[in-house]
């Protein structure tokens, strides 16, 4: 069991709490995984030849000799450091990059553990409840436009950071996912994509859902169109949620084992596993909820 949510608000050009409300809506149905808890954030937009990279690359002396190496592999690829930070667990690293991204991405996947690239996504995530990860990352202070989140129980595999949720979509950037459930053709799935050249580093399958969709966009379809397959080509029982540079949207398969509420306004769109995490928003206000039906799917994108 675990818990998903996300959130977008309409008018993408003016940043709003994201990190704030995204933690008051974890903290609501933390109790559905208490392991671990993760963010996927979108900062307002940046030059077009920036890059947001953040790292898995431990503390002390461990984490400085990462973040060398990181660098060293950077400068093979001719990215260009403008800003770097460690903070708890993580290098946060902004580069000039205008190369081949999936090579570059690759490849700094073999130095260390990569947690997101993007031109405005950035994966935190931990050990902990929301609020321990936000003491540690500074959470409550982002400001942006929309991000999804998910707490974690462990159930097939170690209480890690790098196992954690979200998942970015290896080797391509701004992609992010959230998912409560299991994709039973995984294994089909993965072999599929890696003969095409695709590479996983986890075998989790919220990272297959993750380099699916990013592959349909890459072909030019629509996130509407990519959910709308996902549904079909995706077996199991799943509930997830997806973000792009100016997207989210929902899939739930057809069984429709994995719950999930959500709430519209005209100032925003909130979906979360429970009400509870909706309520939290809106304390004391009595919302016009509704349930997504089993085997659709739906997409919002931010105004600019």
């Not at 996927?40 to 690359?57: I, K, M, N, Q």
């Not at 986890?202 to 709308?228: F, G, R």
Request: some cysteine; charged content about 25%; hydrophobic content about 40%.
């Amino acid at each position: 069991m675990c818990g998903i949510a996300g959130i977008l608000y309409k008018d993408g050009a003016t940043p709003r709490a994201l990190g704030s409300d995204l933690i008051t809506m974890l903290d609501g149905c933390q109790h559905r995984g208490p392991d671990s808890t993760g963010f996927a954030l979108y900062h307002e937009g940046t030059e077009h030849d920036r890059l947001r990279l953040r790292f898995f690359v431990g503390e002390g002396e461990e984490a400085s000799s990462t973040l060398a190496r990181i660098k060293e592999k950077m400068s093979e690829f001719g990215a260009e450091v403008i800003e770097e930070e460690l903070i708890g667990s993580t290098a946060r690293v902004i580069v000039r990059f205008d190369g081949d991204l999936q090579a570059f991405a690759y490849a700094m996947e073999h130095v260390a553990k990569v947690v997101s690239i993007g031109s405005r996504l950035d994966i935190v995530k931990d050990i902990g409840g929301a609020h321990d990860v936000d003491d540690n990352y500074h959470i409550a202070e982002f400001k942006g436009s929309h991000g999804i989140g998910h707490v974690r129980l462990a159930t097939e595999s170690d209480v890690t950071p790098d196992a954690s949720h979200p998942f970015w979509a290896t080797g391509f950037a701004d992609i992010a996912i959230v998912h409560n459930g299991q994709i039973t053709n995984y294994w089909k799935m993965r072999r599929r994509l890696e003969k095409r050249g695709f590479e996983f580093n986890t075998d989790n399958d919220s990272e297959l859902i993750a380099v699916y969709l990013a592959d349909k966009l890459a072909q030019d379809h629509t996130l509407s169109e990519a959910l709308e397959s996902s549904i079909d080509d995706l077996d199991g029982t799943f509930s997830f949620l997806v973000s792009t540079q100016d997207e989210i949207g929902y899939a739930k398969d057809r069984l429709a084992a994995k719950p999930m509420v959500m709430y519209e306004d005209g100032d925003l769109v909130a979906i979360a596993s429970e009400e509870v995490s909706l309520n939290r928003l809106f304390p004391g206000e009595a919302l016009a909820t509704s349930e997504p039906t089993p085997g659709t799917y739906r997409t919002w994108q931010r105004s600019t």
